[in-house]
Nanobody, 115 residues
Framework: QVHLVESGGGLVQPGGSLRLSCAAS????????MAWYRQAPGKQREFVAT???????NYRDSVKGRFTMSRENAKNTVYLQMNSLKPEDTAVYYC?????????WGQGTQVTVSS
């Protein structure tokens, strides 16, 4: 069983920055890919970023150059550094991983970009 807990969301002005964290418990995630998704009101959940066990990252086009995903295996934690935030980044952000055929999601953290 894996338990994921996100933190770091909040209200920020356009152009601002936030760093989201996702702490895992229940198993070591060192050898597993991790991902961030987001869901805006009235929209489907969408992929944001992923990081492989070796550290290779991949991003959706709209966040490339602004968001950076990283992992700290010693803390069993992944991060999403979000810079130059835009109102369209407003959403609930979820941490995700899949182990042994099971999907695991965190509870989500709200990010609101507004002046």
């Amino acid at each position: 069983q894996v338990h994921l807990v996100e933190s770091g969301g909040g209200l920020v002005q356009p152009g601002g920055s936030l760093r989201l964290s996702c702490a895992a418990s229940g198993t070591s995630l060192t050898f597993y890919a991790m991902a961030w998704y987001r869901q805006a009101p009235g929209k489907q959940r969408e992929f944001v970023a992923t990081i492989a066990p070796g550290g290779t990252t991949n991003y959706r086009d709209s966040v490339k150059g602004r968001f950076t995903m990283s992992r700290e295996n010693a803390k069993n934690t992944v991060y999403l550094q979000m810079n130059s935030l835009k109102p369209e980044d407003t959403a609930v952000y979820y941490c995700y991983t899949a182990l042994s055929g099971e999907n695991y999601w965190g509870q989500g953290t709200q990010v609101t970009v507004s002046s």
